[in-house]
């Protein structure tokens, strides 16, 4: 693992700095973690101006190039911090915002240049939505 490696992270804090270490034992020349809140996706998407929502920042295309160039590596380690997040939002709105699994992301992923991993965590929301409130709280 020579090239950088990208983290993408909404676990807490403990999961992305866990994956760090790993990457840099095994030979990482840098590594990248970013969080991603789905609490601040709801905001944008309640109060954001309906022209902003498809807005992709430069920055983050650069980031995705950067990796290509370097042939580096992406980890996305997600899960439904809270599956509630987004109730109320209108589903027109959410669909037009991608960030930060972008076009630019699976194209990355998708174009062989780069190795990449996506894994799934559970909550406790995922959970009792799966499995029901009392049969989540036993789990």
Known sequence: MSGS?????????????ASADAAYRRGA???????????????????????????IPEWWERHILSVV????????????????????????RAARDHFPLTAS???AIGGGEVNWTFVPAVSPGV???VLGEQRSTAA
């Open 5 to 17: 490696t990208a983290l993408t992270s909404s676990l807490p804090p403990p999961a992305g700095a």
């Open 69 to 92: 160039e370097n042939h580096g590596a992406y980890i996305i380690l997600w899960r439904d911090v809270d599956p509630a997040a987004l109730d109320g939002v209108d589903p027109a």
């Open 105 to 107: 992301v699976f194209a």
């Open 127 to 129: 959970a009792r939505r």
């Open 29 to 55: 020349r840098y590594v990248t973690v970013l969080y991603f809140d789905q609490q601040v996706k709801r905001s944008r998407l309640l109060h954001a101006a309906e022209d902003s929502l498809d807005f």
